[in-house]
């Protein structure tokens, strides 16, 4: 699990800290500063996992405006593997010679160290028993971290990497899903506009696949089956069978002929599925307003179904949202975190709890109101 996040010099974010549960609900005004977290976990994703330079992923634009400071410092706490992972990355920007490089990216276990980078472009490895390992020059615009292949004596330093693959974070917008697919993707882009091309990948697990088509079947009035149509020698057409609930008759769709909002629910229960079927894997979800394009009775099933899977220990999941129907629900734990910050400010957050002369009155009330920091 992701158990604390912390965050220096990245837009609003200013000495910013986190610690995060099972299941966390970020709430507060547009523009307080809750999806730049979820840009920088996706950054490290695509830097650590992804292996891309850091001058594409951490562009210098992205750094706290008011600030003269040339550094970011970011640091992921994880647990398991029966302990604490702590990974702790420092990037300097040079406005003269427009480039980022890395100023330390180190990874430890229990306090222990399993890698360091420094400044000077040397990385020291450290084994599983924490014996010093090999020393070798890197580019400083890469990770380290992610360059290291996994060997019989560094398994908690995959272990990391694995955590890191497994952070998902979306913000999904059906009307700019792709029809066409060309390969198998395994992992879904930030706005899930790949999603034909993510569920030719996903769907080689037929068990995977069997699940969520009956899981559609009860959401979706007429859902039969999907269908992979060939247009050429690799594209292939994403189509969606509706059967007529009256005589029965079967009619394909292309997949773009679905309402938003039908394409929203497959996208939710393609992630549940997934999140519920990878017991060893333990996804972190980090999903934008997943309410967007749906119902009232639409998103109350699927909210519940990800809650449970979240308290099983399946996975975690972290929510922004601004729906009161998601609010109420998830805040009857104490699961929510809200964020504000003045113009030109730091972002600061604090966890959420119901004043005493307010008990009874639901929390989206309570926002709506504004009597959260009465």
């Not at 010099?9 to 966390?24: A, G, V």
């Not at 399946?314 to 113009?343: C, K, M, N």
Request: proline share 4%.
């Amino acid at each position: 699990m992701l158990k604390r996040i912390f965050i220096d010099n990245y837009k609003s974010l200013i000495n910013f800290e986190i610690k995060l549960n099972n299941l966390n609900l970020f709430l507060g005004r547009n523009g307080s500063g809750k999806s730049a977290i979820f840009e920088v976990l996706d950054q490290i994703r695509r830097f650590v996992y992804l292996g891309e330079d850091a001058g594409s992923v951490f562009p210098i634009e992205h750094k706290t405006r008011w600030s003269s400071l040339s550094y970011q410092k970011f640091e992921l706490e994880f647990q398991g593997h029966e302990g604490i992972f702590k990974y702790e990355l420092s990037l300097k920007h040079s406005e003269a010679e427009q480039n980022v490089k890395v100023r330390y990216e180190r990874l430890f276990y229990e306090g222990n160290p399993l890698l360091k980078l420094e400044e000077k472009g040397e990385v020291h490895l450290f084994r599983d028993d924490f014996s010093h390992g090999p020393v070798y020059p890197v580019n400083l615009s890469l990770s380290a971290v992610g360059a290291i292949p996994p060997r019989n004596d560094n398994t908690l330093l995959t272990w990391f990497k694995n955590r890191i693959k497994h952070l998902i974070v979306l913000q999904i917008i059906p009307p700019m899903m792709s029809l066409e697919s060309s390969k198998e993707a395994e992992n879904p882009f930030k706005y899930l506009t790949n999603f034909t091309s993510w569920y030719r990948y996903l769907s080689q697990d037929q068990g995977l696949a069997f699940q969520l088509i009956s899981e559609l079947k009860n959401v979706i009035p007429g859902f039969y089956a999907f269908k992979f149509e060939s247009v050429g020698e690799k594209h292939r057409l994403l189509k969606v069978a509706i059967q007529n609930e009256e005589d029965k008759q079967i009619v394909e769709y292309t997949f773009d002929e679905l309402s938003d909002g039908q394409r929203m629910l497959i996208s939710l229960y393609t992630i549940l599925v997934l999140m519920r079927l990878s017991h060893n894997s333990r996804y972190i979800l980090c999903l934008d307003e997943p309410e967007n394009f749906l119902a009232l009775e639409e998103i109350q099933p699927w909210l519940t179904e990800l809650y449970d899977i979240c308290e099983n220990g399946h996975t975690q999941a972290i929510l922004i949202s601004h729906h009161p129907e998601l609010i109420d629900y998830l805040l009857a734990d104490p699961v929510g975190f809200w964020f504000e910050r003045e113009s030109n400010r730091a972002t600061r957050i604090k966890s959420i709890t119901i004043p005493e002369n307010k008990k009874g009155i639901p929390f989206s009330e309570i926002i709506a109101r504004g009597w959260l920091n009465e």
